[in-house]
């Protein structure tokens, strides 16, 4: 078996990573008035280049394999909602610098740990893709990280819309704080291709 394809998915969710702790790193700088947030939003640009070169590669393996590992459908799909992911943590933070936000509300800081747990058990997962075992808790605990995902999200939106803040404001904050839940539920569409695959595989 050609095990080319599970070294570009494990790479991919590598990326996953290091966009979820340059979220980490900026919200850090916000609450503590430190960081280049410009520097930190071209070295999440580049992140997320270097995932999009890894799912092209990924789509060029497939065109041009005979015979793949699982489903041709589900190796595109998986690769795509990886990729959408690393692009919803990017908008995040180039949301942040474009809007000059200078605080989020408490409860991002919820989502973006949310976000760090659940790349790194993503990236944990992947090379199981390979013996197609030891992930059922891989889709387990994501869902149950993004149920918390979600309630730490209607808990900002509650505090955005309490008269706290100016109505632009919240326009604002909403779509960074959007952006963020987009990637926690991209999580989760992850580990429903994944337990989708494992089925099938089984």
Same mark, same amino acid.
């Given at each position: 078996?050609?095990?080319?394809?599970?070294?570009?998915?494990?790479?991919?969710?590598?990326?996953?990573?290091?966009?979820?702790?340059?979220?980490?790193? %900026?919200? #850090?700088?916000?609450?503590? #008035?430190?960081?280049?947030?410009?520097?930190?939003? $071209?070295? %999440?640009?580049? $992140?997320?280049?270097?995932?999009?070169?890894?799912?092209?590669?990924?789509?060029?393996?497939?065109?041009?394999?005979?015979?793949?590992?699982?489903?041709?459908?589900?190796?595109? /799909?998986?690769?795509?909602?990886?990729?959408?992911? %690393?692009?919803? %943590?990017? *908008?995040?933070?180039?949301?942040?610098?474009?809007?000059?936000?200078?605080?989020?509300?408490? #409860?991002? /800081?919820?989502?973006? *740990?949310?976000?760090?747990?659940?790349?790194?058990?993503?990236?944990?997962?992947?090379?199981?893709?390979?013996?197609?075992?030891?992930?059922?808790?891989?889709?387990?605990?994501?869902?149950?990280? *993004?149920?918390?995902?979600?309630?730490?999200?209607?808990?900002?939106?509650?505090?955005?819309?309490?008269?706290?803040?100016?109505?632009?404001?919240?326009?604002?904050?909403?779509?960074?704080?959007?952006?963020?839940?987009?990637?926690?539920? #991209?999580?989760?569409?992850?580990?429903?291709?994944?337990?989708?695959?494992?089925?099938? $595989?089984?």
């Amino acid at each position: 078996m050609d095990d080319t394809f599970f070294d570009l998915f494990t790479d991919a969710s590598k990326h996953l990573v290091t966009g979820a702790d340059l979220l980490s790193e %900026m919200l #850090g700088g916000l609450q503590h #008035g430190g960081g280049d947030r410009n520097e930190l939003a $071209e070295r %999440m640009r580049e $992140e997320e280049h270097r995932a999009d070169e890894d799912t092209h590669a990924i789509i060029r393996k497939v065109n041009s394999t005979f015979v793949t590992p699982f489903d041709r459908e589900d190796i595109y /799909a998986l690769a795509s909602a990886l990729d959408d992911v %690393m692009d919803f %943590m990017e *908008e995040a933070v180039d949301l942040v610098v474009l809007y000059e936000i200078e605080a989020l509300p408490e #409860g991002v /800081a919820d989502q973006v *740990e949310v976000l760090r747990r659940c790349a790194g058990i993503c990236a944990e997962a992947m090379p199981h893709l390979r013996s197609m075992k030891d992930l059922d808790e891989f889709w387990i605990e994501i869902n149950r990280l *993004e149920n918390a995902g979600d309630k730490s999200y209607r808990l900002i939106l509650a505090h955005l819309f309490s008269g706290a803040y100016e109505a632009l404001e919240v326009l604002k904050l909403k779509d960074v704080v959007d952006s963020l839940e987009a990637a926690i539920d #991209g999580f989760e569409k992850v580990a429903n291709i994944v337990e989708q695959i494992a089925v099938k $595989e089984s």
